[in-house]
């Protein structure tokens, strides 16, 4: 729908609704409130991670099952957050608990080779079609560890990323993501900033960035730090980009990022710890049809519990086999999360889950589509496999300019309040999209539907 089709919504009515909708919040959620000021002695913000602080307190969940959540205060929710999407199986799946359960009783923790491990990556080489594997505990040791050994199978050192995206803590990809507008440079050459401080700018010095979707600046990048003797060792990206809300990749984009890396010897790596076994079997790699040459997984491998995994070709697997890279970290293939990652792939997440999802989102996406619709709202629906939302935007998102430049921050704070106070659980991050699981239903998608609707009569009457 063209801009001028649309309605402009008062800023003030949205202020307005924000005040009411944040009162409704603080009253709904008191005992949050009060575990807060106890979390806020010994716990840094009263959280476990910075990514959970909200003001004036995070909502505190006691338990979950299936599509749901329960907080503190006794608030039922679907949960449409899902652990920043490694929920996708569900709350408290009955295969996962079997597995667990079973393992705990042989035993949790050896720092030595189970055959959960041996059958988990059998089974991820048959989904992605790259033939060798080693976990991780998490998307930043995932994403750490194959920048890792690009770098040691290359013997470069910079790297290049695509502005905006997020790829975990460590120092390396803490790198140009979450800049304001203004700050982001010329639209080929993008600055190298670092997200937040303790990052060493000598670090810093070695990442390089382009924009998502297009495959021309990204070539021409690479020429010019040829040029200057510093080809990049792996360009690290997300195939859809799942931290600006849902980007996806332009027809063509994807093939031409595989034939450029290919022809310059620089090694692909699509960081799928979102996309990963959340869009397809077989993750973006399967759903776009174009295979990379590293893969990096995490979040919904474990069905809950920490584990990451790296997915590697046989050439790059060298590296690690012949003990030129270390790969290593104690918990690395805990039989307990091995144990969960085996039930939630063999028993989970099979091809009936994936229809499913498929269907559940469809249903999503056109539910938030006819409201946009039916309202004149500035923005459209989109999403892929369980993830998807709406992005409040008069033009199509197709990178972090185009998003920064048109982020509308307040109605995305709106429409997170309403859901909290209507039964849905949402991401804190604003910027987040939805991640379904297995267990929802029309019914839940429905809820959701409903809600934005109400938002969306709310801001237009
Ligand atoms: C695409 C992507 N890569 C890596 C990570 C880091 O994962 P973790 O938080 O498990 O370290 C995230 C986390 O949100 C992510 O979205």
Not at 226 to 253: D, F, S, T, W
Not at 281 to 287: C, L, N, P
Not at 408 to 414: F, G, K, P, S, V
Request: charged residues 25%; contains cysteine; aromatic residues 8%.
């Amino acid at each position: 729908m063209a801009a001028t089709d649309t309605v402009t919504i008062d800023r003030e009515r949205i202020a307005e609704l924000t005040q009411r909708e944040t009162d409704r919040l603080n009253e709904l959620t008191k005992g949050s409130g009060e575990m807060f000021h106890r979390a806020n002695r010994h716990l840094a913000s009263g959280v476990a991670s910075s990514y959970q602080v909200r003001e004036p307190w995070p909502i505190y969940l006691s338990h979950g099952a299936g599509p749901k959540v329960w907080d503190v205060d006794g608030n039922e929710m679907y949960d449409f957050h899902n652990g920043f999407g490694s929920m996708v199986q569900g709350h408290a799946h009955p295969a996962i608990g079997h597995a667990v359960r079973e393992r705990y009783e042989q035993g949790t923790h050896f720092a030595a080779p189970t055959e959960d491990a041996i059958v988990v990556g059998d089974e991820l080489a048959r989904r992605w079609g790259l033939p060798k594997w080693r976990y991780t505990n998490s998307g930043s040791e995932s994403t750490m560890d194959a920048i890792r050994i690009a770098r040691g199978f290359t013997g470069r050192d910079d790297i290049l990323k695509i502005f905006g995206s997020y790829h975990g803590h460590h120092d390396t990809v803490m790198v140009s993501i979450g800049v304001e507008y203004d700050k982001i440079g010329p639209h080929e050459a993008p600055n190298s900033i670092a997200y937040g401080g303790g990052i060493p700018q000598s670090t810093v010095d070695h990442v390089f960035a382009v924009h998502f979707n297009d495959a021309e600046s990204m070539e021409k990048r690479i020429e010019a730090l040829e040029r200057e003797g510093r080809k990049p060792a792996c360009v690290i990206m997300e195939a859809a980009m799942m931290n600006l809300g849902v980007v996806l990749p332009e027809p063509g984009y994807l093939e031409a990022v595989r034939d450029i890396t290919a022809r310059h010897g620089i090694v692909l790596i699509f960081d799928e710890v979102k996309t990963g076994l959340c869009i397809a079997a077989g993750g973006a790699t399967e759903r776009f049809g174009v295979r990379p040459d590293m893969v990096t997984l995490a979040k919904a491998l474990g069905g809950g519990l920490p584990s990451g995994a790296i997915g590697m070709t046989e050439e790059l697997a060298h590296v690690v086999e012949d003990g030129t890279v270390y790969q290593v970290g104690t918990f690395n293939g805990n039989p307990l999360g091995m144990a969960a990652t085996r039930a939630n792939l063999s028993e989970v997440l099979t091809p009936d889950a994936y229809r499913h999802l498929d269907h559940l989102n469809d249903r999503l996406l056109g539910g938030c589509e006819s409201v946009i619709e039916r309202y004149n709202l500035s923005g459209y629906a989109v999403g892929v496999g369980s993830k998807g939302c709406v992005t409040f935007s008069p033009t199509k998102i197709i990178d972090y300019e185009t998003f920064k430049y048109n982020q509308d921050a307040a109605l995305a704070e709106l429409a997170w309040l309403y859901n909290m106070n209507r039964g849905i659980f949402m991401t804190p991050g604003r910027e987040e999209e939805w991640t379904l699981s297995v267990t929802h239903t029309d019914e839940s998608v429905d809820a959701y539907v409903a809600v934005f609707d109400e938002m969306a009569k709310d801001l237009t009457s």
